[in-house]
């Protein structure tokens, strides 16, 4: 017996689709911008004078960072309304996925803001710049331009890791394809046009982001 | 009924992790030999393998591991070939391995000067020779703290086989919450396993890497 193909059975379904896609998309961009935040926080604190503050975020970023997405996301969904917390899936999701995000990009940042050196600073004193011309021209710029390649790859994975968040049934592309799965029967077909649908939204991003570096990073630094 | 999170209930999600360690070291292994051939094809003198080994690298890395796993458990019914979760996982993790092992060892191939090349050419060795006696032991030094840190990742993403269905560190830690209504504590003890895995690994990974940056 020979399968038949029919992807045309999905037709329907395409605006369910989308509107994944789009909550994917909007999944990850939110997860990205606090995680960044969370990021920043973890790094600062990382260099903090007090020992307790330093440990703490040390081992918030190795805990994220040694176990698995999946388990984490269990963790805060189903273990804190045990505690008395209870989130909606998509609360939880952007929860888990910020906090993941965190700490992967603690280290990025660490490594843009350990690149500039106290002389370039000194050098843009010397030459009678102002606080926040040194730090929008010497500071934030070139640490900017080093972890721009690193971050936008954290957003593409970020982007890939929301597909997990299905496990709790928060609504995005995965979790929506789960639903069509159920109703039309057509596994292979739906999960070849999901993966297609993640390879797209993956090419473009990483598409516009290596634009975005070529346009707004290039200029000589040596 | 609601069980009570005895020593058995740790015992299960323990022996989970035989199954993690398998999977992951299957999965190692197997991607790395397919990861060998695409690293090989990556950096080959042929156009056209050169572009299929970055079409397929371009494509794992570029969709979720998730999508991927249900696309070979799904998939290979449809062409006629009834798997197990366990088998599907297992293919589905090795071609997931392949394509960042092949990806990480195409740097290292690279990262290899061009002189070492061009001298065994010089010398007459043929291109397996060249490959096994020259290029392929300095790159393989070169990207050994890298392939640790993506094992690191692969025992982390062995957990997304739960979602298929098949039973190892994450799925025995669910089951466990279900029955004794500790999600809390199932989950807690699954983290904390993973991290007795991964950590070391992670540090491992970076010693080498910090070794390596000292030296060069």
């Excluded at chain 1, 992807?7 to 789009?22: K, S, T």
């Excluded at chain 1, 790094?43 to 994220?64: C, D, G, H, Q, W």
């Excluded at chain 2, 690191?152 to 957990?159: D, N």
């Excluded at chain 2, 560190?169 to 904390?192: C, E």
């Amino acid at each position: 017996m020979t399968y038949k193909f029919d992807f045309a059975v999905l037709a329907p379904y395409w605006e369910m689709f989308l509107r994944g896609c789009w909550q994917t998309i909007s999944l990850a961009a939110i997860a990205v911008v606090l995680g960044l935040v969370i990021g920043i926080v973890a790094m600062l604190a990382k260099r903090s004078p007090i020992r307790a503050v330093r440990l703490f975020a040390t081992s918030y970023i190795e805990v994220i960072r040694n176990t698995p997405f999946l388990v984490q996301v269990m963790f805060i969904f189903f273990g804190l309304p045990t505690l008395g917390i209870s989130l909606s899936p998509w609360t939880a999701a952007i929860l888990a996925l910020s906090l993941n995000c965190g700490a992967f990009a603690a280290e990025i940042i660490r490594g843009g803001v350990e690149a500039i050196s106290k002389g370039q600073v000194e050098a843009g004193t010397a030459l009678g710049l102002k606080p926040l011309q040194i730090f929008r021209f010497i500071v934030l710029k070139p640490a900017l331009r080093i972890i721009f390649p690193a971050l936008s790859g954290q957003f593409i994975l970020v982007l890939l890791t929301t597909s997990i968040v299905s496990s709790i049934s928060a609504e995005e592309l995965a979790s929506i394809s789960q639903s069509i799965d159920a109703e039309t029967f057509r596994s292979f077909e739906v999960y070849a046009v999901a993966t297609g649908l993640y390879f797209g939204l993956s090419l473009i991003f990483s598409t516009a982001f290596k634009a975005i570096n070529r346009i707004y990073f290039s200029y000589p630094v040596r | 009924m609601i069980r009570l999170f005895g020593s058995n209930e740790v015992l299960f999600i323990l022996a989970g992790i035989q199954w993690t360690l398998l999977l992951s070291l299957i999965a190692f292994i197997g991607g790395g030999v397919v990861g060998l051939i695409i690293a090989l094809s990556r950096t080959s003198t042929l156009a056209p393998l050169r572009a299929i080994a970055a079409g397929y690298i371009d494509f794992f890395q570029g969709t979720p591991l998730l999508m991927q796993l249900f696309l070979v458990f799904y998939g290979m019914p449809v062409f006629g070939v009834k798997v197990s979760p366990w088998t599907a996982v297992t293919i589905g993790l090795t071609l997931h391995a392949s394509a960042f092992l092949g990806e990480i060892w195409r740097g290292g191939i690279q990262a290899v000067p061009r002189g070492q090349t061009e001298a065994a050419r010089a010398l007459g060795l043929r291109y397996a020779s060249r490959m096994r006696d020259i290029v392929l032991p300095q790159a393989l030094r070169l990207s050994i703290a890298p392939t640790v840190g993506f094992l690191v990742q692969l025992i982390k993403g062995t957990s997304l086989a739960s979602i298929v269905g098949f039973v190892e560190l994450s799925r025995s830690a669910q089951i466990v919450a279900s029955t004794t209504y500790k999600p809390l504590l199932a989950y807690g003890l699954a983290a904390l396993l993973y991290f007795v895995i991964c950590f070391p690994l992670s540090r491992f990974s970076l010693r080498l890497e910090q070794r390596f940056a000292a030296k060069t």
